[in-house]
Nanobody
């Protein structure tokens, strides 16, 4: 069982920055694919970024490319999402997720992930 805890959300003005963190329990973190997702009210959960086990491959959704940077520190069982140039449309609950390696992995698809955090709210105002 993997438990995930996100932190770092908050309110910011458009153009500002936030950094989210997600820390995982257990000793299998380095073997897990990890992802960031978001969900705004009335919408489906959408992929933001997916990270390979070593962090060497990172996949981004088109709306965040060039503005968001995802990374992981396997020594700390933590992944990060640096969000710059934030826009009001980035407002959502942000979730981190973990997927066991070995199976087929689609980085930005929620169905590829087995474990989810509770989420952290990000609100961007004009």
């Amino acid at each position: 069982q993997v438990q995930l805890v996100e932190s770092g959300g908050g309110s910011v003005q458009a153009g500002g920055s936030l950094t989210l963190s997600c820390t995982a329990s257990g000793n299998t973190f380095a073997e897990n694919y990890m992802g960031w997702f978001r969900q705004a009210p009335g919408t489906e959960r959408e992929g933001v970024a997916g990270l390979s086990t070593g962090g060497g491959r990172v996949y981004y959704a088109e709306p965040v490319k060039g503005r968001f940077t995802a990374s992981r520190d396997n020594a700390k069982n933590t992944i990060y999402l640096q969000m710059d140039s934030l826009k009001p449309e980035d407002t959502a609950m942000y979730f981190c997720a973990a997927a066991a390696s070995g199976g087929r992995w689609y980085p930005l698809y929620p169905s590829s992930y087995n474990y989810w955090g509770q989420g952290t709210q990000v609100t961007v105002s004009l």
